[in-house]
């Protein structure tokens, strides 16, 4: 490998390919999974293929259970909230989530080649192959940027190979977005990886969380030339000292271009360390770099709300795709009050309003439409008092909610549990096998 471009009919690539896929294993009847990919404490990752289109899929498959008991469900539902509002060919795309009452379900974007870590492995690479990819790393690090999004985690593990040997950035599980920035302009959680970890990090001060993403791609850019890590001790608190005092060694054959390159990335203190934007201007960089021109495919979900007068769904807020009324969230810690219930419908928001309507006027209730999908419902006697919202879940599926200041309360249990609601039962979303059914193969660490 060393010195050349990986050929993608090398029999390393077919080694990715998975096999032996796990039988009669379906997801919502739209994915059938497959081989393991990998796994972590929290989650397994499957190869899958959509039923109707045969696309191969990565599904992260994370334990609810543990999630919760290990008190990462904020960094769960900063993952998901993240990785929708990024669309770049450099980072892998997060297609849907599914979820059960035991498992969330992440369908990403599937990269047949496999981490990069894999093919470093095997030797260093040659200088020029070691930019093509830093400059791609790069070009997604600097739309990350853009979008408000720090990795924190960047390394050889999180980058992936797709069928053409480009680079993707994945596992956005401990990144921060500008929200989590402090009064004093700085990140404070500590994270990472030991070996791709910032000197500042270290020192608890608080810190830049692009220029903390900046010294990782350093770290990166060092080994896929040399091979190994620039820092590295089999006492973690040594190395951690080498990594504070910025305490490495440049290998014989790095040309003196790179060296100052890599200084400048390498730099202990993150004021005068190189940002993203000077990387990009820079002669070692700039060689044989032709930018990136990509579109934006469903970049805002905000402009296609608005386009389409609809609500949309945080994903943290997804509904477990059970049947019936009154579903759980996800996570067991939403908004929704005693004072509300919810549905899952395949029916269209225009349908599910026109059957509201229908009720409406049977019952002798009167109603008032919303300017989105939604309506007012009210007694003639105004002792009844009652809202419906409808919100997009996916192409196919919308919750709807209704509430009301006391549902439990009469008149109001009485005219919602035994005369709108019965009515009602025809437009929930009965799924004709049980998502929980896929809970036979249990994730485990």
């Known amino acids: 490998m060393k010195g050349n471009l990986i050929s993608p009919t090398s029999a390393s690539m077919a080694d990715q390919e998975p096999t032996n896929p796990l039988p009669d294993v379906?997801?919502?009847?739209?994915?059938?999974?497959?081989?393991?990919?990998?796994?972590?404490?929290?989650?397994?990752?499957?190869?899958?293929?959509?039923?109707?289109?045969?696309?191969?899929?990565?599904?992260?498959?994370?334990?609810?259970?543990?999630?919760?008991?290990?008190?990462?469900?904020?960094?769960?539902?900063?993952?998901?909230?993240?990785?929708?509002?990024?669309?770049?060919?450099?980072?892998?795309?997060?297609?849907?989530?599914?979820?059960?009452?035991?498992?969330?379900?992440?369908?990403?974007?599937?990269?047949?080649?496999?981490?990069?870590?894999?093919?470093?492995?095997?030797?260093?690479?040659?200088?020029?192959?070691?930019?093509?990819?830093?400059?791609?790393l790069i070009t997604a690090v600097e739309y990350c940027h853009s979008r408000g999004v720090f990795h924190r985690d960047l390394k050889l593990e999180n980058l992936l190979l797709d069928d053409n040997w480009d680079l993707k950035v994945t596992d956005f599980g401990l990144s921060a977005v500008k929200d989590q920035i402090e009064p004093d302009g700085l990140l404070h959680t500590l994270c990472g990886t030991p070996a791709y970890v910032a000197p500042e990090i270290l020192g608890k001060k608080g810190y830049d969380g692009a220029k903390v993403d900046v010294w990782s791609c350093g770290i990166i850019l060092y080994v896929l030339i040399a091979g190994y890590l620039p820092f590295n001790d089999t006492n973690i608190m040594s190395m951690y000292r080498k990594i504070y005092r910025g305490q490495f060694r440049f290998p014989k054959w790095t040309s003196p271009d790179l060296r100052r390159f890599l200084s400048r990335?390498?730099?202990?203190?993150?004021?005068?360390?190189?940002?993203?934007?000077?990387?990009?201007?820079?002669?070692?960089?700039?060689?044989?770099?032709?930018?990136?021109?990509?579109?934006?495919?469903?970049?805002?979900?905000?402009?296609?709300?608005?386009?389409?007068?609809?609500?949309?769904?945080?994903?943290?807020?997804?509904?477990s795709f059970s049947s019936g009324f009154d579903l759980s969230c996800l996570f067991n810690e939403c908004d929704v009050s005693a004072s509300s219930e919810r549905f899952v419908s395949c029916e269209s928001p225009a349908k599910i309003i026109k059957r509201v309507e229908e009720i409406a006027r049977t019952e002798n209730i009167k109603l008032m439409k919303n300017k989105g999908w939604g309506a007012?419902?009210?007694?003639?006697?105004?002792?009844?008092?009652?809202?419906?919202?409808?919100?997009?879940?996916?192409?196919?599926?919308?919750?709807?909610?209704?509430?009301?200041?006391?549902?439990?309360?009469?008149?109001?249990?009485?005219?919602?549990?035994?005369?709108?609601?019965?009515?009602l039962d025809s437009l929930v979303h009965k799924p004709a096998t049980p998502a929980p059914s896929v809970t036979d193969y249990p994730i485990s660490s």
Request: proline fraction near 2%.
């Open 26 to 136: 379906n997801l919502f009847e739209k994915y059938d999974l497959g081989k393991l990919l990998g796994s972590g404490a929290f989650a397994k990752v499957y190869h899958a293929r959509n039923v109707r289109t045969g696309q191969s899929v990565a599904i992260k498959a994370i334990s609810k259970q543990k999630v919760v008991k290990g008190g990462f469900m904020g960094q769960v539902k900063r993952e998901i909230s993240i990785m929708r509002r990024l669309h770049h060919p450099n980072v892998v795309k997060l297609l849907e989530v599914l979820a059960t009452k035991t498992k969330i379900y992440f369908v990403l974007e599937f990269a047949k080649g496999g981490e990069l870590f894999t093919r470093v492995a095997k030797g260093r690479f040659s200088e020029g192959l070691s930019r093509r990819y830093f400059q791609q």
């Open 265 to 319: 990335l390498l730099d202990t203190n993150p004021k005068t360390r190189i940002t993203v934007d000077e990387i990009i201007q820079d002669s070692w960089f700039k060689k044989d770099y032709k930018g990136m021109k990509f579109q934006l495919e469903g970049f805002d979900m905000k402009v296609q709300e608005n386009v389409q007068n609809q609500k949309s769904l945080n994903a943290f807020d997804i509904i």
């Open 376 to 423: 007012k419902l009210e007694g003639c006697d105004g002792s009844f008092a009652m809202a419906i919202e409808i919100y997009k879940l996916t192409d196919q599926l919308v919750v709807v909610e209704v509430k009301g200041k006391e549902m439990n309360a009469i008149p109001n249990q009485e005219i919602w549990k035994h005369k709108l609601r019965p009515q």
